[in-house]
């Protein structure tokens, strides 16, 4: 594939991007959920093309909660169901009143409940894309 396993980061950093700016709520969940298949994929691309040993990839995965729910949240997206959740119940997810406006816009919020954890959706992306970040650049075990 053309650009290879950073075409599919630049991909990710695309939809991140589109979330931030979608002014329709529809199109803000839409993209959700687009950028956390995306930005798991990436793990994907790296381990395909051997710029990342398999073993360096589960490890961060593994390592971080956020990285977890990435990995929940685009398999649950999608195959529907998920055959082997990263916690002993998958996580939900659930729109909530902000009379603040929310992070869709129209007064209400996407959040991810897991492991007794609330999670603000948009803010949980932007976790997820800083960690890729960071991967990719190095910080990282046994990179060099």
Known sequence: ?????SAQLDRARRWHARLQLAASP?????FLF???ENAFHLRDWLADSGAVKQSDLDAFIES???MRLCRDLANSHKHHTIRSPSQPAPPSEALEYDP???NLGNGTSVVILSDGTKWDALELAS????KWDGFV?????GAA
């Open 1 to 5: 594939m053309p650009g290879g396993w």
């Open 26 to 30: 529809t199109d803000r969940y839409d």
């Open 34 to 36: 687009a950028f956390f």
């Open 64 to 66: 971080s909660a956020e």
């Open 100 to 102: 603040s406006g929310g």
């Open 127 to 130: 976790a997820v894309m800083r």
């Open 137 to 141: 650049e190095g910080e990282r075990p």
